[in-house]
């Protein structure tokens, strides 16, 4: 399992394989547990890294998201909300107000915080998680928010929820 995270690239299909091949998912909590924490370290600098280094960090987050059971409906308006500032770049422009935009950015951390706060606890990992991935990012986009920016947090965020399920993750 470690040396399919280690590898750069990392390998989706191996890791899947590991993953999927696991009777106890939380016997990985702590292999890809450690990974994550290094991967939250290295994504402070979100918008220096390649396209490259960021999905292996999207894959990193999404299967430490699968180990920890998150379901991808609990976090429905926060995904729909980075659909929606993404439609305001592609069909509106830069024309769109930067304020309106700072505005949803702001709206998804809340509503990420919110999604935290109403969990049970069995849950409630797996939503700190992410929260921790992402919030750090949406506060430095929404700090600087340029299209080309929002279209790396919003590839990033695309590309956890595809590995996720890609990984074994569900919908509920």
């Known amino acids: 399992m470690s040396e399919a995270l280690q590898k750069k690239p990392i390998d989706a299909v191996r890791l899947r394989e590991a993953i999927s091949s696991c009777k106890q998912l939380n016997s990985l909590e702590g292999v890809i547990g450690k990974t994550f924490g290094k991967t939250l370290t290295a ?6 890294a390649t396209p490259r280094e960021r999905l292996d960090w999207a894959i990193v987050v999404a299967a430490y998201l699968r180990v920890l059971n998150l379901k991808t409906n609990q976090v429905r308006k926060v995904l ?3 659909r929606d500032i ?8 830069d024309h769109s107000s930067e304020e309106r935009i700072q505005s949803k950015l702001m709206r998804m951390r809340f509503l990420l915080a919110y999604s935290v706060g109403k969990a ?3 849950d409630v990992k797996a939503l700190e998680a992410l929260h921790k991935a992402l ?5 430095k986009v929404s700090a600087s928010p340029t299209r080309e920016n929002f279209e790396a947090v919003y590839d990033f965020i695309q590309a956890v929820i595809a590995y ?3 990984l074994g993750g569900r919908e509920k």
């Open 135 to 139: 919030d750090p990012i949406l506060l």
């Open 120 to 122: 049970d606890r069995r």
């Open 80 to 82: 729909d909300l980075s």
């Open 164 to 166: 996720h399920r890609f």
């Open 86 to 93: 993404y439609f305001d770049f592609e069909f509106r422009g």
């Open 43 to 48: 994504m402070e600098r979100f918008f220096e």
